[in-house]
C-alpha cells in the first residue's frame, strides 16, 4: 500500500502555497469534464488555502493573463502574464499562478526582485483538464489582484507528461539563457529568456515493476540576477511544463553578468552564468 | 452443462515450445485459449486482405468519437502455421472484440501475440480483450513507462472524449514481453522482426516487420493522408527516415490512412511536412517569436495536403517548438 501518498488535496494545496517540498501527491478522483463554474467552484475552495482571508480584486487592470482557449498540447501550454505599470507605479511584488483543476493547483510563485522593473513573464504549463489559469499580483502595499483566462486542454491524445524521457534524463540540468534587445514589440526594455533541461517530473505514476509511486522530482526553486541584483525568484512545482522556460522583461542596470540558480527536489543545484550582452541600450 | 471442449489442444505442445524462449516468466502465463470461445458474441470487425496470411482493419481517417467508437487506428493480423499475432489492440474493449471475432472467423489458430506499436488509447485501450484470450502482449521498453505516466490521465480524458459506454472494460494493460533493441516472432513458419526505435512519433515506437509478405506494421511512425502527430520527437523522427525507408519491405500499413500503402513511398508526404514544419519553427526561435505565435504560422504550406490538419498541425508546432529551442 503507498498509503503515505494518499494526502488529502487541502494538505497538498497548503504544502505547496507554504512552499513545502511537494514529497507526495494525492490522486485526483475521477470526474466529468469541468466547466468554467467547476473551475471557479475549486477556486472558491482554494482561494482560503493559499490566500487566507485576504481581500483579492478581481479583473482591475492591475494584471493580465493570456493563454490559447483550446491548449495545442496539454503539457505544453504556453501563458503570458503581463502587469500594467500605469495601475501599480510601484510595480509588483508577487505573482502566483494557479490552475484551478491540477492534482497541484499552485504552479509557481514568482518574487519580483525591487526594481528589476519586470512588466511580464511568459512560461509553460501542465493543464490537466478544462480550467481556469489564475494569476494574482501582489502590490508593495500588500494588495492582491486577479486575471484569469479559461483554457480547454483535454482529449486526443496529448497528456501532461514527459514526451521523451531518456532524452530529459540525459540532458537534465543543461541551461540556456537567450538575451533580446529592446524593441518597441517588447514594450521598449530588454528581455530575458532563461530555460532548464529537467523532466519536471509529476510523481503521479507508478513504477511499473514495483508499482510503487516514483517520488516527484522538480525544479523547486530558481534565482536569476544581473549584476548582483536580483532579478526574479521562483518556487514551483510540477504543474510548470518539462524543461521549465520563463521569458521576461527587466531593466539593465550596470554590466554586470546574469546568473541563474535552480534547485530540484533531489537537492540537485544547477548554476548558470552569463555576460551581459549589448542589448541595444 | 458439458464445457465446450476448447479447440487448443494440439497447439498448446507447440506452443509452449514456442515460448521457451520467454523464460520462465512466460511459462507462467496462461495459455491462448481459441479466439472463438470468448468472442462468439462480438460481431466481427471487417478485415481486409492485404496478402497471403496477413489481414488488417482500416480506421477512419477522423477524430476519434462516439459516432466513430475511437476506431480509428488501422489493425494488423498474421498468421502463422501455429499461431496468430496481432498488431495493435484498437481504442475500445468494443473494437478489440470485434477483431477477435473477425480472427476466429478467419483461422483457427490461437492468438498467441498482441503487439503493441505505442502508448496511444486508439491503439492499446482494447489491450484487456487481448490478455483476457491469454495472448501475450509486446512491447517497446519504453511503454510500461510511458503508460504508467498517461494511463490514469488517458482513463478520465477518454471517458470525457467517448462516454463512458465504450470506456466498459477498458484497462491499461502493460506488455509483459519488452523489445529492447529487436526481436523475432516466431508464428510457425513465419517470423516477426520486431525493432523498437528511438524518440519519434512517441518514446516507445515498435514495428513489425514481416519479411515473408513484405509487409511492414509501422504503427504510427508512418502517416498517410492523416496529418503526423508528433508527441516524442520530431528530430529523432526526421533523423531516422532514412533507416526506416531501408526496411526492406514492399507495403506498409501506416498508424492511420489507406491500407496498404506503398512502401517506401508512403514516407514521402510525411518527410515533405516534417522538413517544412522544422523550417518554419528555426525561422521563428531565431527571430524570437513566442511559442503561441509560431504555433500559428508554422507548417501551414502544407495545410492542403492533409487531413486533421487544423486539429493537429498547431499541436506539433508548439511541441516541436520546445524541442527546437534547444538547438
Known amino acids: 500500500m503507498q498509503t503515505s501518498f494518499m494526502c488529502t488535496r487541502r494538505a497538498l494545496l497548503r504544502a505547496s502555497a507554504l512552499g513545502v517540498t511537494l514529497a507526495a501527491i494525492g490522486i485526483q478522483p475521477a470526474q466529468a469534464q469541468q466547466t468554467m463554474e467547476s473551475s471557479d467552484h475549486i477556486w472558491?475552495?482554494?482561494?482560503?488555502?493559499?490566500?487566507?482571508?485576504?481581500?483579492?480584486?478581481?479583473?482591475?487592470?492591475?494584471?493580465?493573463?493570456?493563454?490559447?482557449?483550446?491548449?495545442?498540447?496539454?503539457?505544453?501550454?504556453?501563458?503570458?502574464?503581463?502587469?500594467?505599470?500605469?495601475?501599480?507605479?510601484?510595480?509588483?511584488?508577487?505573482?502566483?499562478?494557479?490552475?484551478d483543476v491540477n492534482?497541484?493547483?499552485?504552479?509557481?510563485?514568482?518574487?519580483?526582485?525591487?526594481?528589476?522593473?519586470?512588466?511580464?513573464?511568459?512560461?509553460?504549463?501542465?493543464?490537466?483538464?478544462?480550467?481556469?489559469?489564475?494569476?494574482?499580483?501582489?502590490?508593495?502595499?500588500?494588495?492582491?489582484?486577479?486575471?484569469?483566462?479559461?483554457?480547454?486542454?483535454?482529449?486526443?491524445?496529448?497528456?501532461?507528461?514527459?514526451?521523451?524521457?531518456?532524452?530529459?534524463?540525459?540532458?537534465?540540468?543543461?541551461?540556456?539563457?537567450?538575451?533580446f534587445a529592446a524593441s518597441p514589440a517588447n514594450g521598449g526594455e530588454p528581455e530575458l529568456q532563461l530555460m532548464i533541461r529537467h523532466p519536471n517530473n509529476s510523481g503521479l505514476q507508478r513504477d511499473p515493476l514495483t508499482q510503487y509511486f516514483i517520488p516527484a522530482h522538480f525544479i523547486q526553486t530558481l534565482d536569476i540576477s544581473q549584476g548582483g541584483r536580483q532579478l526574479l525568484s521562483m518556487e514551483g512545482g510540477i504543474s510548470i511544463s518539462e524543461d521549465p522556460n520563463f521569458r521576461f522583461d527587466y531593466k539593465v542596470k550596470g554590466t554586470g553578468e546574469i546568473k541563474a540558480q535552480a534547485t530540484d527536489t533531489k537537492g540537485k543545484v544547477f548554476n548558470g552564468a552569463w555576460p551581459l550582452e549589448a542589448t541595444g541600450m | 452443462m458439458k464445457r465446450p471442449a476448447?479447440?487448443?489442444?494440439?497447439a498448446r505442445r507447440r506452443l509452449i515450445g514456442g515460448l521457451a524462449w520467454l523464460g520462465a516468466q512466460a511459462a507462467l502465463m496462461p495459455l491462448p485459449f481459441g479466439a472463438a470461445a470468448l468472442a462468439a458474441a462480438q460481431p466481427p470487425l471487417a478485415l481486409k486482405t492485404v496478402a497471403e496470411g496477413v489481414l488488417a482493419f482500416e480506421g477512419v481517417v477522423e477524430l476519434e468519437t462516439p459516432r466513430n467508437e475511437g476506431a480509428v487506428a488501422n489493425l494488423g493480423v498474421v498468421v502463422g502455421d501455429d499461431a496468430v499475432a496481432v498488431i495493435d489492440s484498437g481504442g475500445s474493449v468494443v473494437q478489440a472484440k470485434a477483431l477477435i471475432a473477425a480472427i476466429a472467423k478467419a483461422t483457427a489458430k490461437p492468438v498467441r501475440y498482441l503487439v503493441n506499436t505505442h502508448m496511444h488509447p486508439d491503439h492499446i485501450f482494447g489491450n484487456a480483450a487481448f490478455r483476457d484470450i491469454g495472448a501475450t502482449i509486446v512491447g517497446h521498453r519504453n511503454l510500461p513507462r510511458?503508460?504508467?505516466?498517461?494511463?490514469?490521465?488517458?482513463?478520465?480524458?477518454?471517458?470525457?472524449?467517448?462516454?463512458?459506454?465504450?470506456?466498459?472494460?477498458?484497462?491499461?494493460?502493460?506488455?509483459?514481453?519488452?523489445?529492447?533493441?529487436?526481436?523475432?516472432l516466431d508464428l510457425g513458419g513465419r517470423k516477426l522482426e520486431l525493432k523498437a526505435w528511438p524518440a519519434a512519433h512517441t518514446d516507445n515506437d515498435l514495428t513489425v516487420h514481416d519479411p515473408e509478405s513484405g509487409t511492414l506494421f509501422a504503427g504510427d511512425l508512418v502517416f498517410v493522408k492523416h496529418l503526423p502527430i508528433v508527441d516524442g520527437s520530431l528530430l529523432g523522427w526526421m533523423r531516422q527516415m532514412d533507416q526506416l525507408?531501408?526496411?526492406?519491405?514492399?507495403?506498409?500499413?501506416?498508424?492511420?490512412?489507406?491500407?496498404?500503402?506503398?512502401?517506401?513511398?508512403?514516407?514521402?508526404?510525411e518527410r515533405r511536412y516534417f522538413e517544412a514544419l522544422a523550417a518554419d519553427l528555426r525561422k521563428a526561435i531565431a527571430a524570437g517569436t513566442p511559442m503561441a505565435e509560431a504555433a500559428k504560422t508554422a507548417g501551414q504550406s502544407e495545410a492542403g495536403n492533409w487531413e486533421l490538419f487544423d486539429a493537429y498541425n498547431g499541436r506539433n508546432a508548439t511541441t516541436a517548438y520546445a524541442e527546437l529551442e534547444w538547438e
Open chain 1, 44 to 99: 472558491q475552495d482554494l482561494k482560503g488555502v493559499v490566500f487566507g482571508d485576504r481581500t483579492i480584486r478581481e479583473a482591475d487592470g492591475v494584471v493580465a493573463i493570456e493563454a490559447p482557449g483550446r491548449a495545442q498540447d496539454a503539457a505544453l501550454v504556453p501563458v503570458n502574464i503581463t502587469v500594467d505599470p500605469a495601475r501599480t507605479p510601484q510595480g509588483i511584488t508577487a505573482l502566483t499562478l494557479i490552475i
Open chain 2, 6 to 10: 476448447l479447440p487448443i489442444d494440439p
Open chain 2, 245 to 269: 525507408a531501408a526496411i526492406p519491405a514492399s507495403r506498409v500499413l501506416p498508424g492511420h490512412g489507406p491500407v496498404p500503402s506503398l512502401w517506401p513511398e508512403a514516407l514521402a508526404g
Open chain 2, 146 to 184: 510511458a503508460l504508467a505516466a498517461r494511463g490514469p490521465y488517458y482513463l478520465q480524458s477518454y471517458r470525457e472524449q467517448l462516454g463512458p459506454a465504450l470506456m466498459t472494460g477498458v484497462e491499461i494493460v502493460p506488455p509483459s514481453v519488452l523489445v529492447e533493441d529487436t526481436m523475432q
Open chain 1, 103 to 179: 492534482p497541484s493547483p499552485v504552479a509557481a510563485t514568482f518574487k519580483i526582485g525591487k526594481d528589476a522593473g519586470i512588466t511580464h513573464i511568459a512560461t509553460r504549463l501542465r493543464v490537466n483538464d478544462y480550467s481556469y489559469l489564475r494569476v494574482i499580483a501582489e502590490t508593495p502595499d500588500g494588495g492582491l489582484h486577479m486575471a484569469k483566462t479559461f483554457v480547454k486542454a483535454s482529449g486526443g491524445c496529448s497528456a501532461p507528461a514527459v514526451k521523451n524521457m531518456d532524452e530529459a534524463l540525459k540532458t537534465m540540468g543543461q541551461m540556456k539563457l537567450r538575451q
